[in-house]
């Protein structure tokens, strides 16, 4: 055994094996492609020689340079062909063009050829389109064509853009986190420029709100520092951020809102935990409320006390069993707190209490939250049994000055807090 | 058999892109417990896509898959733990002794393999013990093989820190080993 391998299989105890991982990946992609398949799954098309589009595009009457984002074709579902690797002129009817093209093809498609740019990137949101459910059974989607280039004209490569850019949806007052993040987008690139679709959830049953495709330069939470909710849920782009920030809002009328839909899609992302969650839930909560009274009374204790002494009590974070032990070492002083004392000395800056919901893309029902730095999702095991668990500390000059708290609570659900700490006396 | 078909491009894919995802991931979690699943949460959309979309649809497997990565730890985690993660990574600032890498990375002592196995596993239980970061560098070491400056950069350590790290986990583990009669 070599030492590579024998290392291997140090961290195969914690279920790190690459063969296993491919393979329960290749089972769940399964599942996850035949779930998302609303319609009979769609071959990508054969690549086709690219001199029957170039030469189109050369004729073009809308044709503009790289750097202007209004790219190479005429129509939507021109873009989406090229996107798609399709040449019209080989159809006889739109009946048979490609899903994608077909979507685009559609009369009631809302070009918008809308320009922004930032941070040396040009951005043109091109169309909004609808796509119907195949069936009963199946579900509407929503498709954004849009183009990104570098403003200066430098070529704009595949990978770069992957690495770079991100685009998704937000709905007002449905927070950034909900499950209509979900997308998949299909592009390609032509002359340094990105030709993109972006495919989400049904907007339209949301018309009645602000929709938005934001496309910024950072993913995941980083990205979000560009953009501010406000309490009615619409979104702002922060005007001084210095990475790309665009936000569209898209045109899709109010008249195709449809509130019943809405609802049953909101309703939709909740899930009713299986009979396994609720006996984990169950234990959970048996301790709870045991800790809970404890904590009652050291917050008893605390009460009318700026900064509590480090109580004594056992249920103190250094002692949390859901606690990581890097967060503990990071807590320092505050490690020696319990929950109640935590929040005795603290201020409450932030407080959820959230369901348990099942989300596209994750492998069991989770939970999740929106607070002003952003999304999480998480499981019941980030409580590993516990009845709560400090999940992440902020600090500033190396002093703990602010502390998340998941708690679980009696009717399941689960409420996260955020405090903020003051300084602690060495 | 066609590279075009699925499964083989899967598999290719996989193969080639495996250990610098598993080092994304490994940077970007909370938890080194959690690899398996944010890994096999990665690919299990990578393969969706190459199902629905056919290989065709992916032009550039690694900065694809690593998109693909960077997404999924965006929905794993919150801003609160991946600043927590900077903060601690950052916050360390420990002079490291000097010591003989190649002496502690050594292959563990000949012996039966089922024994090697055994002890892979008992190892594995008691790494399981030490924190996210210690687990990260023993990772980064010894599955990914890199270099101690190249993980140190790689996790925003000082190369001190994780010689330290490494080599006092290396001690106590071997410690351990040996009260329970093997060598490591």
């Given amino acids: ?426 | 058999m066609s590279a075009q078909e699925p499964i083989p491009f899967f598999e290719a894919l996989y193969r080639d892109t495996y250990p610098q995802t598993l080092l994304t991931v490994t940077r970007g979690c909370s938890d080194p417990a959690e690899i398996p699943d944010l890994l096999q949460d990665i690919y299990a959309d990578v393969y969706a896509d190459i199902l629905l979309y056919g290989p065709g649809h992916i032009r550039d497997p690694a900065a694809y898959v690593r998109a693909i990565a960077r997404r999924k730890l965006g929905a794993w985690y919150g801003l609160r733990a991946r600043l927590q993660s900077f903060v601690l990574l950052r916050s360390e600032n420990e002079d490291g002794d000097g010591y003989d890498l190649p002496a502690l990375a050594s292959v563990p002592a000949a012996g039966d393999t089922a024994e090697l196995h055994l002890l892979a596993q008992q190892v594995g239980e008691r790494l399981k013990g030490y924190p996210a970061q210690v687990r990260k560098i023993f990772l980064c070491r010894f599955v990914l093989d890199m270099p101690l400056g190249e993980i140190a950069r790689a996790l925003g350590l000082n190369e001190n820190t994780v010689k330290t790290k490494l080599y006092r986990t290396l001690q106590e583990l071997r410690g351990h080993c040996q009260k329970e009669g093997a060598d490591l």
Wanted: proline share 5%; net charge negative; glycine share 8%.
């Fill in chain 1, 1 to 426: 055994m070599t030492k590579q391998e024998f290392w291997t299989r140090v961290f195969a105890a914690e279920g790190l094996d690459e063969a296993a991982v491919r393979a329960d990946a290749m089972q769940r992609g399964a599942a996850l492609a035949a779930a998302r398949q609303t319609e009979k799954k769609r071959p990508m098309p054969a690549r086709r020689p690219l001199a029957a589009l170039v030469a189109a595009a050369a004729v073009c009457l809308f044709a503009v340079g790289a750097g202007a984002a209004g790219g190479l074709f005429k129509t939507p579902a021109e873009t989406a062909a090229f996107i798609t690797h399709d040449d019209l002129s080989a159809f006889e009817d739109e009946e048979e063009y490609p899903t994608l093209v077909k979507i685009y093809s559609a009369p009631d498609v809302i070009t918008v050829n809308e320009v922004q740019a930032d941070a040396g990137y040009t951005v043109t949101l091109l169309a909004v389109a609808n796509e119907p459910a195949a069936d009963e059974a199946g579900a509407a989607h929503t498709h954004m064509l849009y183009t990104v280039a570098r403003s200066d004209g430098t070529p704009l490569t595949e990978a770069e853009w992957g690495h770079e850019i991100d685009c998704e949806v937000v709905i007002q007052g449905c927070g950034t986190a909900a499950p209509y993040r979900q997308s998949m987008t299909t592009y390609r690139e032509q002359d340094g420029v990105i030709y993109a679709d972006l495919r989400v959830c049904d907007l339209y049953p949301f018309a009645d709100r602000e929709l938005y495709l934001i496309v910024r330069q950072a993913w995941g939470f980083a990205g979000r520092f560009g953009y501010h909710a406000g309490d009615d849920g619409r979104i702002t782009a922060v005007a001084d951020y210095e990475n790309l920030n665009l936000l569209f809002t898209l045109p899709i009328g109010a008249e195709h809102a449809d509130a019943a839909s809405a609802t049953r899609a909101e309703e939709g992302w909740h899930y009713e935990p299986t009979a396994e969650e609720q006996a984990l839930l169950a234990q959970v909560l048996a301790q709870a409320k045991a800790r809970d009274e404890l904590n009652a009374a050291v917050a008893a204790q605390a009460a009318g006390q700026p900064l509590p002494e480090p109580d004594s009590a056992q249920d103190t974070v250094a002692n949390n069993p859901a606690t990581l032990a890097s967060l503990k070492e990071d807590m320092g002083a505050w490690a020696n707190y319990t929950r109640a004392g935590l929040r005795a000395a603290g201020e409450t800056l932030f407080t959820k209490v959230c369901a348990l919901t099942l989300l596209p893309g994750q492998p069991a029902p989770c939970y999740w939250y929106e607070s002003r730095y952003g999304s999480r999702i998480f499981g019941l095991k980030e409580l590993d049994g516990a009845p709560w668990a400090v999940v992440g500390a902020g600090m500033e000059g190396g002093a703990v000055t602010e502390v998340t708290i998941l708690s679980a609570n009696a009717d399941g659900t689960v409420t996260v807090e955020i405090l903020a700490l003051p300084p602690l006396e060495p």
